[in-house]
T-cell receptor
Framework: TQLLEQSPQFLSIQEGENLTVYCNSSSVFSSLQWYRQEPGEGPVLLVTVVTGGEVKKLKRLTFQFGDARKDSSLHITAAQPGDTGLYLCAGVRGNQFYFGTGTSLTVIP | DTGVSQDPRHKITKRGQNVTFRCDPISEHNRLYWYRQTLGQGPEFLTYFQNEAQLEKSRLLSDRFSAERPKGSFSTLEIQRTEQGDSAMYLC???????????FGPGTRLTVT
């Protein structure tokens, strides 16, 4: 069992649409990271959020860390085919990284 | 290329055989992590090293699994008497220190037949 649950598990949208991915847990984390993984490759870090309520923007991606540091969301505006991939959240506690179940995003041109 | 490398990229083996994977981290990185990822799931932590010391092991790491980092540089992960349930992607990551960004390798995909 994984500490972090992501929803939705699969998402298929048209180019130009907006979407939000959720990452939820009952556990508190010192920080939370979001990664994107493409087939046959390892995950690549997108962002780290540390403070409860923190919001970070990376171009069309907006990341938010919950006030209680138990959950996070990733919002993508005007999705593009290049956004296609597996999005993973990872909570950091101590020396361990606890990955979420993943959200597989497909953006159709 | 100065990223994390893993070898082999793919391994097919018969049940009961032993396999060994290698990970070469980014050269100045002190921390090295091993994860296992099955299809449709996120990576699951297996173990990590601080230099040559193995500091933490997950309960997922049964006694058939052993990892080493003898000189604090590359690491090996060995699975003895492989089972079909061991089929997965094995990912290695390295970081400069605690809490720093992890850089992942491309993974070794293991298929046990």
């Amino acid at each position: 069992t994984q500490l972090l649950e992501q929803s939705p598990q699969f998402l298929s949208i048209q180019e130009g649409e907006n979407l939000t991915v959720y990452c939820n847990s009952s556990s508190v984390f010192s920080s939370l990271q979001w990664y994107r993984q493409e087939p046959g490759e390892g995950p690549v870090l997108l962002v780290t959020v540390v403070t409860g309520g923190e919001v970070k923007k990376l171009k069309r991606l907006t990341f938010q860390f919950g006030d209680a540091r138990k959950d996070s969301s990733l919002h993508i505006t005007a999705a593009q085919p290049g956004d296609t991939g597996l999005y993973l959240c990872a909570g950091v506690r101590g020396n361990q990284f606890y990955f979420g179940t993943g959200t597989s995003l497909t953006v159709i041109p | 290329d100065t990223g994390v490398s893993q070898d082999p990229r793919h391994k097919i083996t018969k049940r009961g055989q032993n396999v060994t994977f290698r990970c070469d981290p980014i050269s100045e990185h002190n921390r090295l992590y091993w994860y296992r990822q099955t299809l449709g799931q996120g990576p699951e932590f297996l173990t990590y090293f601080q230099n040559e010391a193995q500091l933490e092991k997950s309960r997922l790491l049964s006694d058939r699994f052993s990892a080493e980092r003898p000189k604090g540089s590359f690491s090996t992960l060995e699975i003895q008497r492989t089972e079909q349930g061991d089929s997965a992607m094995y990912l290695c990551a390295s970081s400069l220190g605690s809490g720093d960004e992890q850089y992942f390798g491309p993974g070794t995909r293991l298929t046990v037949t």
